[in-house]
């Protein structure tokens, strides 16, 4: 018997949806609108990954958030993809132990792109950056 849609519902990890612009304030209206999310106006300078974030709340609740991200200069991870137009970049799950999922991740032969390191929007709480066999990028904050 196949499964149902309800049998795979989401295990509450979920944390948010990452998204490159390469301008926050001339995107985040948009996003807001078309997402029917609400934006608080504030942005975060993460020195650590050279961009500038915010975040995005569902007007639906459970939903989980949606994270705009801007590079903070020609350094920055996300300045190609910004100067392509943006677009999709990530997911992110929330992580009890850290060091425990990045090691499920290697055994899955995952290739950890950036090690945990402080994030500023999350007040300091690490993340992890991993990159899938099937090219998928996750992000990983630690709880």
Known sequence: MGSTALSWAANGTFHHVGFVVSSIPKAAPGFAESLDAEWDGAIVHDMHQTVRVTFLRSRQLGNP?????????????????????????????????????????????????????????FGGRRIAWVYTPNKLLIEYLER
């Open 65 to 121: 958030l949606f994270e705009l991200v801007e590079p903070a200069g020609e350094q920055s991870p996300v300045m190609s993809l910004a100067k392509r137009g943006g677009g999709l970049h990530h997911v992110c799950y929330m992580a009890d132990a850290l060091e425990k999922k990045l090691a499920d991740c290697r055994a899955r032969h995952c290739l950890i792109v950036r090690p945990p390191l402080p994030a500023a929007a």
